[in-house]
């Protein structure tokens, strides 16, 4: 008599009684769980966006040097003087052949690991791949700059093999030539390629990784010959990956402060403009201003890329 | 006449020393021009990698492949008048339909305006005309596969493989399926190479089956051939689960000494004959699958007709049969 009334289930304790919460209403859960995250994305990534954008709408007194915190357009009218429109220019124009330069390398590679790496080859290939990017990003740039220079291993390589004079042509191209290979853009843009180029293999191979075979060999089966297979049905697959890759490799090479600093010949690029803006010239307002250029160089890539059909695979 | 298709010893290997696999082992086979052609056989059997020989795909060890009598040895996928239909349809999902059905036609150089008609006419033909402007994605399984089936047929090619085309489609799509591809093929004229592990659909729909066990054909011909005279064991007890009876048993239930296969709906439930206990029933919906266990010591399967009256499990039963349904069998195996 008395086990029949007794209750089902034995007293609950406050964990159960939480579970009990949360299962009733999911979204209690799912508010607890995203509110962290999205707390920093709000106050302490979007936030400082934001006030990164305002500043740049700030300007600079010409004569005492102090930040007048009225909205004007007059920093981004600076920006478009020949001096830093330059500096714009050489940022985008390095950024882009670092991007295309990293595609064309990465695709074999990445293409490789895809489809044909299994096993212990695939190991090797994600050992050789993330490898360099475990070691100091300093040390590898000034090792950069010692193969580079003038009296690097390069110099002494292309001697030894009697190429001397190949080298002294190529470094006497003009813009992109220079003294040594580690005071001219062309260095700069070696080390950037080497620095970044996992950032394009990776994506790329995860998306050429979901190409499955049965695909290529329905376009093979239609008639197709193994270029336009690529070119029809590859690549347009491999697309968002390219893109990932390049967000990655563009984005990258717009903000670095650093290799250009050390390899390269001395002209600023927009993340040394920025630095020293900021730093010891005190002008804010026009680091900031110079700050939004990569962001709205990048949206403007995505745009056109989404014009183009990059993402019709996604 | 020039068979569409001709295997001569044909064997394909697949790994090398003690973990080879025979996955196709000497086979010989000749499909006629215009034939409906089923390759039938459990999963593992073979039937993948011999359509895969005939597009291209593999290459055979030994022996030689020869479509409308040219030998295919140096031939790469793309230059074979074959064409294939995917199991999983393998359909280009970053293109529209039309562009997918298209494509062996824009690989081919056609022009947009005409290739895009051409691709309009063939979607009408499977009954998705108005389907051209969706992305793969946008469809159910049963529209890939016609989509897929479509851009196959533009390409007018003299052989068509198909492999399980049917497979992930739910029962009643795949009967209608069935019709229709079969009167296609019909209109078309065109070679069919159906491979299927569903015995019902090869014995339904083909003008010719092989059947496949372990790499081996072991026996080709036309449905009610291979179902009222199996050769072997294998091919009585996986087409139509037929009772397979050893010599000696055979013998003493009054037919010859030899392997013999008794289709379980040549069996009756009568007043007199050989006696039985029933052990299981299965509701088949048509009619009810009997297990009867003679007091020989042996288990048969007994389909009755929807409608007959049927005994209780551990009932005795009498069975009878006409001697003729006993079909000796040449094969050991
Ligand atoms: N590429 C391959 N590599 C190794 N073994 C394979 C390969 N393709 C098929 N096989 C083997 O060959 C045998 C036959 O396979 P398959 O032709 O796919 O059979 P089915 O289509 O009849 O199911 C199987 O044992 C399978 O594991
Ligand atoms: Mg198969």
Redesign the pocket.
Known sequence: MSAALEPAHPPRGPGDRLTGLFWRRPWVLLALLLAPPLLWLGVVYVGSLVALLWQSFYSIDEFSGMVVPELTLKTYAELLRPSNADVILRTATMAAAVTLASAVLAFPIAYYAARYAKGRWKAAFYLGVMLPLWSSYLVKVYAWKLILAKEGIVTWAFEGLGAGNLLNAVLAIPVIGGNSLSTSYMGTFLVFLYVWLPFMILPMQASLERVPATMLEASSDLGARPGQTFRHVILPLAMPGVIAGSIFTFSLTLGDYIIPQIVGSSRLFIGQAVYTLQGTAGNIPLAAAFAVVPILIMLVYLAVARRLGAFDAL | MIAAVDFTHVSRQ??SGAAA?R??DDVSLAIAEGEFFAML????????????LISGF?SPNEGTIRIFGQDMGAVPPNRRHVNTVFQDYALFPHMTVRDNVAYGLMVRGMDRRTRLARAEEMLALVHLPEFGGRKPGQLSGGQRQRVALARALVNEPRVLLL??PLGALDLKLREAMQDELKSLQKRLGITFVF?T?DQGEALSMADRVAV?SR?KIVQTGSPAEVYERPATRFVADFVGSSNVLSPEQSARLGGPARWTSLRPEAIRLAGEGTPGTVTALRYLGAGTRVAVALEAGLDLGVLLPAGAPVPAPGEAVRLTWERSAMHAMEGEE
């Open positions: 697949f790994g696999v996955a196709v056989g459990p999963s593992g059997s073979g039937k993948t990698t011999c359509l895969r593999e492999d399980e491979v592990h496949f790499g």
